[in-house]
């Protein structure tokens, strides 16, 4: 019996108006960059993005970025949206024509899109040459709310449990009666939620494991006790976006999503600052454009107010339960929270864990090989057909 996605699945191609790519490069152009300060011009990164890196980067994507080529490598995988609760949500359905192959949902975070995933599907597709031999339905969602998929009514920004919710009626909408779930960052909270509450949900693997304890310092190895020193140096010099997102979502909505400028600046220190290797500036703004493009700055920034501000409850605490769902574990060392073995085994059911030198939080689009590598691996300790 061969698989294919049901008439729900409508498929979608990427287009971009010529109007929309001309308005861009004229805001761009037109788009005020401040005087040089001492702040500014420190190449370090840190005090944020530096005048010439984003002077660099805008001519750049003035002249040298091409986004036509771009949408013609997303629109070469298969694209589709699918309407669940009133809400269009995009996706790539990398399926096989098996209809036993395993189904992962793989879900990215912010300032991330399902771009994060495309190095690894390009892989996938260099593996796996022929639908009839590819043993996995990889689907790639855009968040609720992130550029492609759209964010709901104006009831209310939806919630984490909302966008699990989502996602996991998704699964089964594709006709699937299990799934395994991956994430990180936003992607790794929507996964622990999905775990906990929804039966489908089989296993979980994450790139991103929080726990809300501090670490015991004897338990540590050399590498890992580097990595809580750039975890606390994280918090108290890169966490200061989390609390203006939380606290204040309107205000840095209306800012960042005023010009083209304004969501390089913002997301582009992220990347930069967040990364081992930091991706091509290309990479870099094709996620920046998809966000401007689609007006999708202020509705990604939802977790946060449900996370870090006054809309934080109980019910948020829950995200640091443990987790009683087979679990795998990517530790990247340059990771903002790279967690250790003995933690992460202590909130949930940990069946895989590996550990790599290299990689920071965009993981599968820093190391697409050892990211993958590790999804099969998990895949084949916990998948019984």
């Known amino acids: 019996m061969t698989y294919s996605p049901p008439a729900s699945a409508i498929p979608y191609t990427l287009s971009v108006s010529d109007q929309d790519l001309s308005d861009c490069h004229t805001l761009l152009r037109l788009s005020n960059l401040g005087p040089p300060t001492w702040e500014n011009t420190q190449t370090e990164h840190n005090y944020g993005i530096t005048r010439q890196w984003l002077s660099d980067a805008r001519d750049h994507w003035l002249t040298k970025f091409d986004w036509r080529a771009q949408e013609a490598h997303i629109n070469s995988f298969a694209n589709y949206k699918m309407s669940i609760d009133g809400s269009d949500v995009h996706f790539i359905g990398h399926f096989s024509a098996k209809q036993d192959a395993v189904p992962i949902i793989l879900m990215h975070g912010w300032p991330g899109s399902f771009i994060e995933f495309l190095p690894m599907l390009d892989l996938v597709r260099k593996q796996y040459p022929s639908q009839q031999d590819l043993p996995y339905h990889l689907v790639v969602p855009s968040l609720p709310g992130y550029t492609l998929s759209a964010a709901g009514s104006l009831g209310a920004s939806p919630s984490m449990w909302q966008s699990a919710k989502v996602c996991h009626q998704l699964m089964l909408n594709l006709g699937f009666k299990k799934y395994i779930a991956q994430g990180g960052d936003v992607g790794s909270f929507l996964a622990k939620v999905m775990a906990t509450t929804y039966e489908e949900c089989v296993a979980i693997h994450l790139n991103l494991f929080t726990v809300a304890e501090q670490l015991d310092l004897e338990k540590l190895d050399a590498g890992e006790k580097k990595g809580l020193e750039q975890a606390l140096e994280f918090r108290k010099r890169g966490s200061a976006?989390?609390?203006?997102?939380?606290?204040?979502?309107?205000?840095?909505?209306?800012?960042?999503?005023?010009?083209?400028?304004?969501?390089?600046?913002?997301?582009?220190?992220?990347?930069?600052?967040?990364?081992?290797?930091?991706?091509?500036?290309?990479?870099?703004?094709?996620?920046?454009?998809?966000?401007?493009?689609t007006n999708g700055f202020p509705t990604s920034i939802y977790p946060y107010r449900e996370l870090f501000g006054d809309d934080g409850s109980t019910r948020s605490a829950t995200l640091f339960n443990k987790i009683e769902k087979p679990t795998g574990v990517s530790y990247f060392a340059q990771e903002l929270f790279p967690m250790p073995e003995y933690a992460v085994a202590k909130h949930c059911k940990l069946v895989h864990y590996k550990k790599h030198a290299k990689g920071g939080h965009f993981a599968a689009l820093e190391e697409p090989e050892a990211f993958w590598g590790d999804v099969e691996e998990f895949v084949r300790v916990v998948w019984a057909v």
């Open 241 to 293: 976006y989390q609390q203006i997102h939380a606290t204040k979502p309107a205000t840095i909505g209306h800012v960042v999503q005023s010009t083209p400028l304004a969501v390089l600046a913002w997301i582009g220190e992220k990347f930069l600052a967040w990364s081992d290797t930091p991706p091509s500036l290309d990479h870099i703004l094709l996620n920046v454009a998809l966000y401007w493009f």
